[in-house]
């Protein structure tokens, strides 16, 4: 690996980020259910069928943002992941490292905001941690959230399943979360409200399964946005993914800051929206169970699956303009917003 030292770009969802996971990680570890690449790792338990199990760490600062906190993200992140493999998600654990003198009302609220998205997703944290790190240790709360959950039988999800012919669908507007946490932690002020998206999506997912069970993968946009997810599914699939730029649905807000700070929409965090690739004859049913569930009303089909062949210049991803024209969409390649989840 070319970096001698971890940087940020490291932890942001894009090109640096895989360099790390790709030449240390998967390297060290290599297990095969860790290899396939999913947010979740889909392993069978003799006698109990599979399961799938996904953790993830959140250290966003400012902890408190419009539309959630940290402790909603911690949740619904994990959560999401698991529901990712198709998986009826059940149980969680927490741990929470804490910088001494960081205020106890403030993890109250914390805390009680995780069980109410727990009690909202239908799960349980079952288990957790607690460490106290000296005064400048932690920047106040850091959480760590494992989820775990069983796979129905029949059920297998993964970004290697996307064919030629499939129809790519997100179930809201993206990039809201990004944003929310930029203006916030900046200052910055616009003309309209702009919340995270925060969400959990294992109910969502379910409705969708149920409506198209052909459907090939799902995956949650968040660091690196719809661009890294998208990278990652031709990638491992060997395919060619388009989409159409207007088709993509973006709030006025967020696509006018993005604008003015220069960013592309494509490439900003989400932490409640859930991409999809379904079999083109599933694609109406599965949009129509997106757009039944909460937190799908604004669901759109954004894109379709093509053959590697016909890519442009090598691309794996393009976007098909208003104009007509097409322009490939990367990953990510260093860190565009630090600190997001």
Avoid at 39 to 58: E, P, Q
Avoid at 230 to 251: K, M, Q, T, W
Avoid at 265 to 284: F, R, S, T
Wanted: aromatic share 4%; with cysteine.
């Amino acid at each position: 690996m070319g970096d001698s030292t971890v940087l940020l770009g490291h932890g942001s969802g894009g090109q640096m980020m895989k360099r790390i996971i790709d030449d240390v990680f998967l390297e060290a570890f290599g297990a095969p259910e860790l290899l396939a690449g999913n947010d979740a790792g889909v392993a069978a338990l003799a006698g109990t069928g599979r399961i799938a199990m996904s953790t993830d760490s959140f250290v966003v600062t400012p902890q408190f943002f419009p539309g959630g906190n940290i402790g909603r993200l911690a949740v619904c992140g994990t959560v999401n992941d698991v529901a990712t493999s198709g998986a009826r998600v059940r149980y969680l654990s927490c741990g929470f490292i804490l910088e001494e003198g960081y205020p106890m009302n403030d993890l109250r609220r914390i805390v009680q905001t995780m069980a109410e998205t727990a009690h909202e997703a239908g799960v349980a944290i079952i288990t957790g941690d607690t460490k106290v790190v000296e005064r400048g240790g932690a920047d106040g709360v850091y959480i760590n959230t494992a989820g775990v959950g069983e796979v129905p039988e029949g059920v297998n999800l993964s970004g290697a399943n996307c064919r030629p012919g499939d129809v790519v669908l997100v179930s809201g507007t993206l990039g809201d979360h990004g944003i929310a946490i930029m203006s916030q932690r900046e200052g910055l002020a616009f003309s309209t409200s702009i919340e995270s998206d925060a969400a959990p999506l294992n109910h969502l997912i379910a409705a969708v399964l149920e409506a198209a069970p052909g459907t090939r993968c799902f995956r949650d946009p968040t660091r690196g946005g719809l661009a890294s997810t998208l990278n990652e599914f031709a990638e491992a699939s060997g395919v060619c993914i388009e989409i159409d730029e207007d088709a993509v649905p973006v709030r006025d807000g967020v696509r006018g800051a993005c604008e003015m700070l220069g960013y592309d929409v494509l490439q900003v965090a989400n932490e409640g929206k859930m991409v999809a690739v379904v079999p083109a004859e599933e694609a109406d049913a599965a949009l129509a169970a997106m757009r039944g569930a909460r937190y799908g009303a604004d669901a759109a089909v954004i894109g379709r699956v093509l053959e590697r062949g016909e890519a442009v210049a090598g691309a794996a991803v393009r976007v098909r303009t208003g104009w007509g024209s097409t322009r490939v969409l990367d990953m990510l390649v260093g860190e565009q917003l630090p600190r997001i989840c």
